[in-house]
């Protein structure tokens, strides 16, 4: 089997109804840090992804119609991909499927009210999963959903964890399948430690670099 390089691919979720974040500093949220992350593509053109919900982005707009505007401008360009996930980050299986259906079409028509695009990828809300969330997520018009890797192989410790670094699908009952794109919350934990000065930056570098997919 010949090893390689993983390829890395980051993004960012934006989240204004945070439950440790006081409405009177929304405006501080945007200031330091969704201003320097659309800063980091544009100077670094580093390309990255960038979740929200309608609900996010119209506290957004309500705050700072520029952003918006800027955000679009780097979607049009091709230096930030915009990623889904409904108008509301609401947890899937607790609630009926037709509230999900519900929330999944306002969160486009706001996608596309706002940013003039509709995002083929969804980030899975909460990351819980059930079979059924498939299909409503391909009805709403999605190509592909983002899940963790993690809770998912606890689930099943039979899987070769090897899999994490491949595309997979997951099959819903109408034996539908819509691909699956792994992310990691060791990786994304990793680089809040980082954020936070609790590891140094060639610490997380050394995590990275231990994880080689093969072909």
């Known amino acids: 089997m010949k090893s390689q390089r993983l390829k890395l691919f980051s993004f960012f979720h934006l989240n204004m109804a945070f439950s440790s974040i006081p409405e009177e500093r929304r405006q501080d949220v945007l200031k330091r840090c969704y201003w320097p992350l659309l800063t980091l593509a544009v100077q670094k053109h580093i390309p990255i992804g960038i979740e929200a919900s309608g609900f996010t982005l119209e506290i957004i707009k309500s705050i700072d119609t520029s952003w918006i505007t800027a955000l679009s401008s780097q979607i049009e360009k091709g230096t930030c991909e915009f990623i889904g996930c409904g108008y509301a980050q609401i947890i899937g299986p607790l609630v009926p499927a037709t509230l999900n259906s ?68 997951a099959i819903s009952p109408s034996v539908r399948g819509i691909p699956v794109i792994w992310n990691k919350s060791i990786a994304f934990q990793k680089l809040q430690r980082y954020a936070h000065a609790e590891i140094s930056l060639s610490d997380h570098i050394a995590y990275l670099s231990k994880h080689i997919g093969y072909c």
């Open 102 to 169: 519900e929330n999944l079409r306002l969160g486009n028509q706001v996608y596309g009210e706002l940013l003039g695009v509709r995002p083929s990828i969804a980030l899975v809300n909460e990351q819980a999963y059930s079979a059924c969330i498939g299909d409503l997520y391909l009805e709403a018009g999605f190509k592909a959903i983002i899940m963790e890797w993690d809770n998912a192989y606890r689930s099943y410790p039979d899987w070769d964890s090897t899999w994490r670094y491949f595309p997979q699908f």
